[in-house]
Nanobody, 120 residues
Framework: QVQLVESGGGLVQAGGSLRLSCAAS????????MGWYRQAPGNQRELVAT???????DYADSVKGRFTISRDNAKKTMYLQMNSLKPEDTAVYYC??????????????WGQGTQVTVSS
């Protein structure tokens, strides 16, 4: 049973920082692309940042220069360092990963989400 568990959300003032973590567990053969998404009330889920298995990264324009995505393959964990937070960053943040349970069986997994609230 593969699981993704996020942690690190919370309440922070504008201009502050938070670090989110996403840990994968279970019977895992490998992890390919990983990413962070967010969904604010009344909005669709949107992509925040992605990282490939080789470490290449990409960011939404709204977070470039403020957020940094990274991963520790040995720990099967992905991170999102969020600096200079703005009230518009308030959302539930979800992690996503392309995980192989065998060499030929790869599936898309989601975490349960962690709330980030930025006060003005």
């Amino acid at each position: 049973q593969v699981q993704l568990v996020e942690s690190g959300g919370g309440l922070v003032q504008a201009g502050g920082s938070l670090r989110l973590s996403c840990a994968a567990s279970g019977d895992i053969f490998g992890i390919n692309n990983m990413g962070w998404y967010r969904q604010a009330p009344g909005n669709q889920r949107e992509l925040v940042a992605t990282i490939t298995g080789a470490g290449s990264t990409d960011y939404a324009d709204s977070v470039k220069g403020r957020f940094t995505i990274s991963r520790d393959n040995a720990k099967k964990t992905m991170y999102l360092q969020m600096n200079s937070l703005k009230p518009e960053d308030t959302a539930v943040y979800y992690c996503n990963a392309d995980i192989g349970v065998t060499m030929t069986a790869w599936y898309d997994y989601w975490g349960q989400g962690t709330q980030v609230t930025v006060s003005s």
